[in-house]
């Protein structure tokens, strides 16, 4: 028996892991209404709890999920959420443990890659996660944002209360959501929890309607203020999602929630780096990015099946190592080429530990920009520019979407 005994929990286990998850975080137990909105994100089979003399105390989960890659193809993928070790038993392998098991499970389930959103990012890499996507805050203030007379425009806005949206929401942001590489799925489970245990009672849901009459957008947002007078130049709307189909719906939704009265600053988390938002406004100073962060990270699990999977721009075939000490069936030579990805025995050109390739996966960053970190050994010199452009992405990629 090893130290920490590791296995799925059963369905009456699955409150104790979250109370253990929480208090990981600093956060207080659920109440019985946040636990019935939450349990929907529990999938049987797929939360783990590590064990110390009977005593539960660490657990991680994941939810069947899928993600975007460059090229189109969207791959099964597990969610990795509600990582937490006890105070009183950290440091001491609770949770390599608990990885190691989880990422057997998801090798087992054909999921070629797992992904998760990082507390600290200090934690992941050495499981073989790498950041992959990023992410960025703005704040707009609503007496500078003006929206330009050539912006995109058309359709019209109504709100939604939560029940509402919680039955028309799923399906939209299945029907609208764009192949942009690092897009994930979201369940009806993780719809449940965000307009449930996650959102304040004041959340407010605005749908945006195209010209031919069909939904193609919607945003979230909640109003923070301080004085009910509205006198102080404070109140807030914080928005926790804007998604549209297209340019049309998407600057729509900004002009909306520039224009709702009382509101002194939007302040936007979570949207792509490369979104155009400055060129929509008349004063491109009146948004401010508070903050860059990492998005997702992503593990290679099924190394050459994440390879084969995804498009390659237009370049030399490059040889590259790839070290994987956690899942060593991953370690090895690839040949990759715009027509394709082998294992082969050739020497390599470039050498590099598994989580920086999952860096490089979806696009976020360029095999020179890593070689000059030191994250990427070049053995060909030649061959950087050319996995430069074999890994290259027009779209900066982005998840935007918490679990
Ligand atoms: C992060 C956390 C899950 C780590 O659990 P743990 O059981 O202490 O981790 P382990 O003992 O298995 O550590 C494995 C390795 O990671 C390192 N490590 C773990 N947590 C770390 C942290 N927060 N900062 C730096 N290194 C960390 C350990 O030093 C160890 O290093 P090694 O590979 O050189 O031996 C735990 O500290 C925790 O619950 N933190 C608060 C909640 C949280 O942040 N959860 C993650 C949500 S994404």
């Not at 208090?23 to 207080?28: D, K």
């Not at 999977?309 to 991953?330: I, K, M, Q």
């Amino acid at each position: 028996m090893s130290e920490h005994d590791v296995r799925p929990l059963a369905e009456a286990e699955f409150r104790d892991a979250n109370r253990v998850f929480l208090s990981s975080l600093h956060r207080p137990a659920p109440t019985d209404q946040q636990w019935e909105r939450s349990t929907a994100r529990y999938e049987p089979g797929r939360v783990f709890g590590a064990f110390r003399s009977g005593e539960l105390v660490g657990t991680t989960m994941a939810l069947g999920s899928s993600l975007a890659v460059p090229g189109g193809a969207v791959l099964p993928a597990s969610a990795v959420t509600g990582v937490g070790v006890r105070a009183d038993h950290t440091r001491r392998g609770v949770l390599r443990a608990l990885m190691r098991t989880q990422l057997d499970d998801v090798r087992d389930r054909g999921e070629p890659v797992a992904m998760l959103h990082a507390s600290e990012a200090v934690i992941y890499g050495r499981f073989g996660y790498g950041e992959a996507t990023r992410t960025r805050t703005v704040s707009l203030d609503t007496h500078r944002a003006t929206l330009h007379a050539d912006a995109p425009s058309g359709g019209s806005i109504r709100l939604l209360d939560k029940a509402e949206a919680g039955k028309i929401l799923p399906e939209l942001y299945r029907r609208i959501v764009s192949s942009r590489p690092g897009t994930i799925s979201r369940s009806d489970g993780w719809w449940e929890s965000r307009l449930g245990v996650f959102s304040g009672e004041q959340m407010v849901v605005a749908i945006h309607t195209g010209e031919d009459g069909v939904d193609d957008g919607f945003a979230l947002y909640e109003a923070k203020m301080n004085d009910y007078r509205f006198d102080d130049g404070t109140c807030e709307l914080q928005v926790g999602d804007i998604r549209g189909a297209d340019a049309v719906a998407t600057a729509s939704l900004w002009r909306f929630l520039l224009g709702v009265d009382l509101v002194d600053r939007v302040v936007v988390i979570d949207r792509p780096v490369d979104e155009p938002l400055e060129r929509l406004l008349t004063d491109r100073r009146a948004c401010r990015v508070s903050s860059v962060q990492d998005d997702l990270w992503v593990r290679l699990v099924d190394v050459p099946a994440a390879l084969a999977a995804r498009g390659y721009g237009t370049a030399e075939p490059v040889v590259v190592e790839v070290r994987d000490g956690f899942l060593p069936e991953n370690s090895g030579s690839y040949r990759i080429g715009a027509d394709g990805v082998q294992r082969c025995a050739a020497q390599p050109q470039l050498s590099m530990d598994v989580d920086v390739l999952a860096s490089l996966y979806l696009g976020d960053v360029g095999v020179s920009a890593l070689a000059a970190g030191g994250r990427v050994a070049v053995h060909d010199p030649a061959a950087v520019a050319e996995a430069d452009r074999l890994f290259a992405m027009t779209e900066a990629p982005w998840c935007g979407t918490g679990f």
